[in-house]
């Protein structure tokens, strides 16, 4: 298991490392390089399962039926990407929490810039400074909707990309490490390691904040991060287990990436260590989103259990 587990994050952070300088050196190219990274934790996890005689399936991946897939054609590899989406996308209650919570983290954020400013944050003036008054003020309400819409837009497009992520995370590395340490330790330690993953991309590269090494806030950042990252993975972690499967917490996270313009203009601050999207004020939100799941698993647990 150990070497399964080194192997693993072996790939995925030398990725991480390598990829953040390539894209530092090329930012032109940085889009397509962070597309390509969110795969190289699945990568690692096949490179494990190789070598320790391991599989994936076991690991939030028994409902695809993948071992049906034997060949490498076009019209296999077309099939498991249509297993994948039906997997996520008709897990009932599951897959309706996964697309929908970015709008609770959204409401949460504005009703906390309520009781710190005591009023709504001007959404038209905060969308024109996103934009750099770049659109005319009368069409802000259009690109609100977009954002809005790009929530789902997101989990649809987003999703193969952020289960390569997920396979590992809320995958292969959870169930290997809750085996030996239980699921507390080991989803604490999963959101650790799946922050530490991401550090290259701030130091180097200013991810999310915009602010990297070596300016000291950046490592001030890390921590920020590193906090959000155990907060909403213990969410994906109850979608996972409760779910039996790891293509909704993959949908979650896809519907997450996706929610970036509507949580910054929820809570709006040009440093964003004090913005809605990765600072403070999504911690306290997601932190009344777990909350909120516990006291729901108190009071309607064998509903919960009806519509898995």
Known sequence: ??????????????????????AYSFPT??????????????????IACKVTGDTPIKYGLSDLKIESCRKS???????????????AFTKKMYTVIALTYPYFLALTNLLLY???????????DIIMTLTLGQIPKQLTPVLLIMYVL??????IVGFLPALGEEI???????????????????????????SLWHTPLILILGYDYGIRYP??????????????????GTFFTWLRYRSSTVTIPALAHASFNGSGGLLLISFWNKDMLNAGLVGWPIIVSLIILLAFISVLELIMRKDLDKWQ
């Open 215 to 232: 300016d000291p806030r950046s490592f001030m950042a890390v921590l920020v991060f590193t906090v959000f990252c155990i907060l909403l």
């Open 150 to 155: 790009g929530v789902f837009i997101n989990s």
């Open 73 to 87: 054609n076009m019209s296999e590899i077309f099939m498991l990407i249509v297993k994948t989406y039906e997997s």
């Open 114 to 124: 309520l009781i710190l400013h005591g009023s709504l944050p001007s959404i038209a």
């Open 168 to 194: 590992c995370w809320r995958g292969y590395l959870l169930g290997n490490l809750a085996e030996e340490i239980g699921i507390f330790k080991a989803t604490l330690l999963t959101g650790v390691i799946w």
């Open 29 to 46: 190219l940085a889009f397509i390089l962070l597309v390509s990274l969110m795969f190289m934790p699945t990568v690692g996890v096949l």
């Open 1 to 22: 298991m150990m070497w399964g587990i080194a192997i693993t994050l072996l790939v995925a952070f030398t990725s991480s490392i390598i990829i953040s300088f390539i």
